[in-house]
């Protein structure tokens, strides 16, 4: 999402006459686009401004702007204080940057001091239309926000409500993504299930996939899910269009009722795991990952099982496993006590240890057969080329046997837990060239 952000962000820079530098070293103003997930985040944030500050200090002039989720927390405005910050933009207000810093442009010829701010929603999602990206892959945002109030999480803090962006507006800049030689794009949103609830004569997010898809892309994604609203009918699509990716990111979070209700998740494991099931039975070859985060505050020894369980009876092919991180504002930071890190970091290690089993069969049994592997990255200055598959998997071809990016048959030949290794197969049947010319 914040990758989508800083391209809407630079392309209206440039449209406003500014030029990207080729380094920070070299830029007079520097944007900091930032997370507040986690904890780790933040930290590399308080560290780049400090550096920064002490540039300033031994003469550099630049101007600082702190942008992103943190920019719309109260943390971030006392970082932003503290280290002489220019910029405080949240991400609700990007649209608005060109905006502050003529602003800010007018108050540094002399008028007064102080940090320029753009913070809060707009009551729609803006219509601003980035350029396609160049390259292959794209993110298109479909949402903003989200109306789920998990205890430990500080989003529907820094990016509101949910608000459903027209399908009109997203067709348009999926068309002309398209129309650019997008080959795969990846429909963004923290809960795109939810997509258009609550706004009458809205599509569904199955309604809208299907619309996607039918543009022609060689691949669709979307990223994120809530099992809440996985629908039939989201499955359905998934497995009736081929160009729809049979990779299924849902996140599980705990494998614990209990701990699940302390996180304010509003299924339950049974429910979640028959979700799984169902996914399963339809779609074929499908790949499912999950977030799992561990040693939530008066997560027992009990609960832990539980999740280890559940992770095993899902049957996990991939997932991004964390340890639970505090974050100040949120109701689990305010109401629970945090456990021993120790215990936490054991746990994970645990968990991760039986992923990492599970992943390696998974992948072990893809040797010998061919999978789509859209090529992005040819690998100039290593041995291999890399790409994923529709699955998402990581998939590593020798460099020297690709000789252009796109879409390739890719037989497997050795996998790891994290990534497969191929020979691409014969002429590249769904290359590049075919991509740009349809
Ligand atoms: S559904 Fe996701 S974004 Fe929304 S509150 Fe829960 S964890 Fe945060």
């Known amino acids: 999402m914040n990758e989508y952000d800083t391209h809407t962000i630079q392309s209206e820079l440039v449209a406003g006459g500014h030029e990207l530098a080729a380094h920070p070293a070299d830029a007079d103003l520097l944007l900091l686009n930032t997370c507040a997930v986690r904890g780790k985040p933040v930290e590399k944030v308080v560290s780049v401004l400090g550096d920064l500050r002490k540039q ?4 550099r002039d630049v101007t600082v702007g702190l942008m992103g989720c943190l920019a719309q927390l109260e943390e971030g405005r006392e970082v932003a204080q503290k280290f002489g910050v220019d910029l405080l933009v949240g991400p609700g207000a990007i649209t608005d940057l060109l ?23 707009g009551p729609e999602l803006h219509d601003y239309q980035p350029p396609p990206p160049r390259g292959l892959s794209g993110f298109l945002t479909i949402m903003r926000g989200c109306n789920h109030h998990c205890t430990y ?8 409500p949910e608000v459903s962006r027209a399908p009109e507006s997203v067709l348009r800049e999926a068309a002309a993504m398209r129309a650019a030689g997008v080959a795969e794009v990846t429909l963004l949103g923290q809960n795109v299930n939810s997509y258009g609830m609550g706004q009458p004569g809205m599509p569904s997010f199955p309604e809208l996939l299907r619309a996607v898809a039918d543009l022609g892309f060689e691949r669709v994604k979307f990223t994120t899910s809530h099992p809440m609203n996985f629908t039939s009918e989201l499955i ?5 269009h081929p160009n729809v990716c049979n990779y299924i990111h849902l996140p599980m979070q705990s494998g614990s009722d209990r701990v699940l209700r302390r996180m304010a998740r509003e299924y339950r494991i049974e429910r979640y795991l028959a979700i799984v099931r169902e996914i399963r039975e339809k779609v074929a070859e499908v790949v499912i990952s999950t977030d799992v985060i561990v040693g939530f505050p008066g997560e027992t020894e009990e609960d832990f099982q539980a999740t280890l369980a559940a992770a095993e009876t899902a049957a996990f092919e991939q997932a991004y496993m964390f ?14 006590t945090d456990m021993p890190r120790e215990v936490k970091v054991e746990r994970l290690q645990r968990l991760i240890e039986a992923q990492k089993a599970r992943s390696l069969a998974a992948n072990e049994a893809l040797v010998g057969k061919t999978l789509r592997v859209l090529v992005k990255d040819l690998g100039r200055d290593s041995r291999y080329a890399v790409g994923h598959s529709d699955q998402n998997h990581t998939v590593l071809v020798p460099a020297e046997s690709v000789s252009s990016m796109g879409v390739k048959d890719v037989t497997i030949t050795g996998a790891t837990p994290h990534a497969l290794y191929g020979e691409a197969v014969g002429a590249a049947p769904h290359g590049i060239e075919l991509v740009m010319a349809s």
Request: charged share 30%; glycine share 14%.
């Open 323 to 336: 340890m639970y991180s505090a974050r100040p504002g949120t109701p689990s930071y305010k109401h629970f």
């Open 99 to 121: 905006e502050a810093l003529e602003e800010y442009g007018s108050l540094r010829s002399g008028e007064r001091g102080g940090m320029i701010e753009r913070l809060g929603f």
């Open 153 to 160: 999480c500080i989003v529907p803090d820094t990016r509101g």
């Open 236 to 240: 359905d699509v998934i497995a009736t």
């Open 56 to 59: 300033r200090s031994e003469g």
